[in-house]
């Protein structure tokens, strides 16, 4: 096969690659220490309590659940990190296989608050689905909550109903999903087993009902106890909601395997091109030198794919035309792609029109993309704007929000303005999304953001007659930077669900392996038309 080899051409010896190598260890360091707080639950009181009770914690069940010795891609695992709530969402997501077969697994953590739903949480679990449907997967779910966290019911008791429906949805597009109750499921976590194709519950520990004793006291004045009311017993021969009645924890996760080996599951993309696939040339571990310690210094995204791409292969389109923008194609894991990487930050006409017909060719070849975004937006100025700036900029998203190829975003660095949306940022629903940990994102950079609000003020202040006061102005625009940097941070993003994770670098090449072979259990299929091309 006739293709390009990348050359890199890095020295790991040279004090900038040395710098930035130093910059992104003390950002995993960051990471490493808010994954911790995500592992550690409710704290070792907890957690020691729940052992106690002879239960397993929600990894624990998971690692059950899956193949032995394959992999598992957790997702939003620092959810909720810079809010009130504990980091990770009370709530473990992600993509293993089982019985050979790719599922999404939601597990619940009764270790935090029984469990409980709250607005972070929800917003993990609705995540998860998003990606069950958009790529055909199974879904497991691993369930012991005490329902919504009540004192937050006003902001997840209506959005909260999508779950649900969510789940039946599943079930219409013939994507199985499984229920394993482990404990309680109490109000409205009560319908998650009743919304599942198949439901297992286990003796004399799962407990599924839409309202307790108390509540069933106070409302009807019945007397009544757990296991008349919702029992695993009383379900699996009286209500019927029990498919399978297991005798403990570890027999409800086997019964949850048996369901999955006995779908007849079929992978509806393309197989992988190449079934051996070589590894790249280079040492992945030197991705930590790559990135540029300073998001003002560009780096070249090729060095990145030199340590991702199968036996380092690129064969590049356009490379002399749109040169701040990296098109070509290669393969990973072998499965083809298309690549779109920022070479330089800013974006300009010759970018974009490239990008635009670089989008259409991987649709008409049902190629899934890459985006690797590096990028302080589109270019602006009056020389730009005459030249078309905007028309251009428009013809990439148009073609990115047209695109139905699976579209896969890494930010390696910077992902600022509508250079977000035109690499493919949240808004334009990428499968996937991950986030090196030295990574920001945000309508523009913090100095730039600070001096634009510092022109208006001034501009403002002239326009009344009155002396600007410099003293204040320097304030503010302190105060603003501050903000803006701690705002577009990778943790702070991460926290609010506007990636699917923060990846060690060194992953890069494995986490988009395993979503690649995730995204092929659904169709691959280019679009049939776009939208109008202004010219």
């Keep these: ?89 009370s709530t473990v997501t992600g993509i293993g296989v089982v019985e050979g077969v790719e599922c999404l697994i939601v597990a619940n953590d009764p270790t935090v608050r029984g469990g409980a739903i709250n607005p972070w949480s929800l917003a993990k679990t609705r995540r998860a689905g998003e990606i069950a449907a958009a790529n055909r997967l199974p879904m497991v779910n691993l369930v012991e909550s005490a329902g919504a966290d009540l004192p937050t019911q006003a902001e997840i008791f209506i959005p909260g109903g999508r779950v649900f429906r969510d789940l039946t949805r599943l079930s219409a597009q013939r994507i199985p999903t499984v229920s394993v109750v482990f404990g309680n499921a109490t109000a409205g976590g009560a319908y998650v087993p009743g919304m599942s194709d198949f439901t297992i519950m286990i003796r004399d520990r799962s407990q599924v009902y839409l309202a307790g004793p108390p509540l069933v006291k106070m409302a009807t004045g019945e007397v009544t106890d757990d296991e008349s009311l919702g029992g695993a017993s009383m379900h699996a021969t009286t209500s019927g909601l029990a498919d399978f009645l297991a005798e403990d924890e570890r027999d409800g996760i086997r019964l949850a395997r048996q369901c999955v080996r006995r779908l007849n599951w079929r992978k509806h993309g393309p197989p992988p091109r190449n079934p051996h696939p070589l590894p790249p040339r280079y040492d992945p571990e030197e991705l930590l030198g790559i990135a540029s310690a300073d998001l003002k210094v560009p780096f070249d995204p090729r060095e990145v794919l030199a340590r991702v791409l199968d036996d380092s292969a690129f064969d590049e389109f356009k490379p002399g035309y749109g040169t701040a923008l990296v098109t070509g194609w290669g393969e990973l894991h072998g499965y083809p792609v298309g690549v779109l990487a920022n070479a330089r930050g800013v974006l300009f006409s010759e970018e974009a029109q490239k990008a635009a017909q670089f989008i259409q060719l991987a ?130 993003l991460s926290g609010r669900l506007y990636d699917d994770g923060v990846i060690d670098p060194r992953d890069t090449r494995t986490v988009l392996g395993l979503c690649l072979s995730a995204i092929h259990n659904g169709p691959v299929k280019g679009a049939d038309g776009f939208g109008v091309f202004r010219m």
Aim: glycine share 10%; hydrophobic share 40%.
């Design 363 to 492: 649709n008409a070849a049902d190629t899934p993309l890459v985006f690797l975004q590096n990028t302080t937006g589109y270019m602006v100025g009056t020389e730009y704007e005459q030249r078309g700036i905007i028309k251009h900029g428009a013809f990439m998203i148009n073609a990115v929000s047209n695109s139905t190829v699976p579209h896969l975003t890494v930010n390696l660095g910077a992902s600022y303005g509508a250079g977000n949306y035109g690499m493919c940022g949240r808004a334009y629903d990428p499968r996937f999304l991950f986030t090196w940990p030295n990574a920001k994102s945000a309508v523009m950079g913090p100095a730039q953001l600070a001096g634009v609000l510092s022109i208006v003020a001034r501009q403002a202040a002239a326009a009344r007659g009155r002396e600007y006061d410099e003293d204040t102005d320097a304030a503010m625009r302190m105060m603003v930077e501050q903000q803006i940097e701690s705002q577009s941070g990778a943790l702070f």
């Design 1 to 89: 096969m006739s293709t390009t080899v990348l050359q890199s051409t890095i020295d790991p010896s040279a004090p900038a690659f040395t710098a930035n190598r130093e910059a992104l260890l003390e950002r995993l360091a960051e990471l490493e220490e808010a994954l911790d707080q995500a592992r550690g639950g409710g704290g070792e009181k907890y957690v020691t309590r729940h052992h106690g009770r002879g239960k397993l914690l929600p990894r624990e069940r998971i690692e059950l659940l899956l193949d032995p010795d394959s992999p598992f891609l957790e997702l939003s695992s620092v959810a909720a990190f810079g809010t009130d709530f504990p980091v990770g969402a």
